[in-house]
């Protein structure tokens, strides 16, 4: 597994790869264009093939991935905002495929007490079209829109994999649709992985709804917030509520293995450090050191 981090593109998107490089991180997220922001003017083509050429040359970083900005809501009932919601969506998208990400990490919204069931056929057709909208902007097939599951706070979607699935199943299951797993969100709906058995448990869930070969990536923090609380809040590793042995059994499954962990804990209040990198990657050396020792004959 690859652990990787949330990092700035202040200065130039290219920086991104510079900051990654510095702390260790082998996979990074961004945000393409500005996550506080309908609208944002895309980088020129010359900018898009640098990174491009920057995500080739470098020796440690493999895996870029984007992430939407937190205003879409492709739920809600109110026509002026989902219309917005989705045309920011196409736009990042298409800025994601021009850099070459593998996928942008989204948060579908909330129904806002509509219900899921009454949202979910609109939810499908804004997700297919926004992926059919960004090939035709961005001049080659889109990058990947990876579904996050929630923390489980009011109508919001994705509170299980269950739910998920249901909205890809809508989607007609379109391959272009992945999933993003938060181990804050996971924990904070009320799941457990604190034992392996446990981790067993939410791997199996995963295999049957969503489905493994759509897990993408991960989100790797840690929780300021108690199990099942429904609320949204990250921590460094190691110091909140999850704790360095449940995230070593979680993150050391042989089954999600190939899907990159993306740090997004808050650091010192500026995001990933290289240290947090570096528990990440003990916590995970852990955790597969203790498997090797539970099968070793």
Not at 20 to 39: D, N, V
Not at 55 to 72: D, E, M, N, T, W
Request: net charge neutral; proline share 4%.
């Amino acid at each position: 597994m690859r652990i990787g981090a949330q990092v700035s593109v202040a200065g130039a998107v290219t920086k991104a790869f510079d900051r990654a490089e510095e702390m260790g991180a082998e996979s990074i997220q961004i945000f393409a264009l500005s996550p506080r922001r309908w609208k944002s003017d895309a980088p020129p083509d010359d900018v898009l093939e640098s990174f491009r050429l920057r995500a080739k040359q470098s020796k440690s970083v493999r895996g870029v991935f984007c992430h939407a900005p937190y205003l879409i809501n492709l739920a809600t009932g109110n026509d002026v905002l989902r219309d917005k919601s989705f045309t920011c969506l196409v736009e990042h998208l298409a800025v994601a495929t021009g850099l070459g990400a593998e996928g942008v990490v989204l948060h579908i919204g909330s129904h806002l007490g509509q219900g899921i069931d009454a949202v979910t056929p609109r939810i499908a057709e804004a997700l297919v079209g926004a992926l059919e909208g960004a090939t035709k902007l961005a001049g080659e097939p889109s990058a990947k829109i990876l579904i996050e599951n929630t923390a489980g706070a009011g109508g919001t979607i994705g509170r299980s994999f269950e739910e998920l699935a249901g909205i890809i199943d809508a989607a007609g299951n379109d391959a272009r649709l992945g999933l993003c797993v938060d181990t804050q969100h996971l924990f904070a709906s009320g799941v457990a992985y604190n034992t392996s058995e446990e981790v067993n448990l939410v791997v199996k869930e995963i295999k049957s709804t969503v489905g493994l070969k759509r897990l993408v990536c991960l989100h790797l923090n840690d929780s300021k917030v108690a199990f099942g609380s429904n609320r949204d809040r990250h921590e460094n590793l190691g110091e909140g509520a999850i704790g360095a042995t449940a995230l070593a059994n979680f993150l050391s499954h042989p089954s999600i293995a190939h899907a990159p962990a993306l740090l997004e804990v808050p650091g010192e209040g500026a995001g990933p450090r290289e240290s947090d990198v570096q528990v990440a990657k003990k916590i995970l050396a852990s955790g597969l050191k203790k498997r090797e020792k539970s099968t070793a004959p």
